[in-house]
């Protein structure tokens, strides 16, 4: 969706910037940080609706920070991004929760593509949070400030 919050996480910072720059002239809003470290802080500090994270990093690499992400119980959708692509690094990612995989170079309009998809994926999912909470405050008035404090 035009307008949602992008997070880059990737140790090359020429393609954080470009791809930043592309991402931001089709209408979202980008935040390029260069590690999973600052990955992390970013998350904690910040809504966004999308990480595209590169899955070779030195230090935190890409599958640890996405342990980290799913940690934090976020409504983001991390699409994997790599240019040392295997199926097997893609089963691992996926397992891990992440939406997708791509590996660079990549073209624009196939992460957009996929940048869409994950977006669609994290409203649905947020939707049905807030379906489920209504549901329990229909059935449990009683506990209705406990649901939506957290």
Known sequence: MIGSKILLVDDEVVFTKNMSRLLDARGYRTLAV???????RALENGD?????LDLKMPGMDGLTTLKEIRKLGLFTQTLMLTGHG???????????GAYD???????????????EGAWDKKDGLHKQDIQEKIQKVVESPRDAFKLFAK
């Open 34 to 40: 260069n590690s999973g470290a600052e990955a992390i």
């Open 48 to 52: 966004f609706d999308v990480v595209v």
């Open 86 to 96: 295997s199926i097997d690094s893609a089963l691992e990612a996926v397992k891990l």
């Open 101 to 115: 995989y791509l590996t660079k170079p990549c073209e624009i309009d196939e992460l957009v593509a996929k940048i």
